[in-house]
Nanobody
């Protein structure tokens, strides 16, 4: 399984970004997928997941939306109203995560 996150960048507080996760070796139509993030000095956390149900961690509810395009086997994370606390490296992976499939992640930096 190979998962590649992209779409990160530098944005001002209040701005938006959309992350994409392209996958090979896994079918998003039958496997749940998630977005994780790891800020400097902090543990990696699951911020959003989509399978039969959709899950968001409390800090991003109402601001982030996870979606998928089954035809493209791609998962997205739309991030609105970004805050400096959202600064982190974002990764896609299954929930629970496949340890060998983290990929490099994509850096999101939110300036105040």
């Amino acid at each position: 399984v190979q998962l590649q996150a992209s779409g990160g960048g530098l944005v001002q507080a209040g701005g938006s970004l959309r992350l994409s996760c392209a996958a090979s070796g896994i079918d998003f139509s039958i496997n749940p997928m998630g977005w994780y993030r790891q800020a400097p000095g902090k543990q990696r956390e699951l911020v959003a997941a989509r399978g039969s149900k959709t899950h968001y961690t409390d800090s991003v509810k109402g601001r982030f939306t996870i979606s998928r395009d089954i035809a493209k086997n791609t998962v997205y994370l739309q991030m609105n109203s970004l805050k400096p606390d959202d600064t982190a490296v974002y990764y896609c992976n299954t929930p629970p995560p496949r340890q060998g499939s983290w990929g490099r992640g994509t850096q999101v930096t939110v300036s105040s």
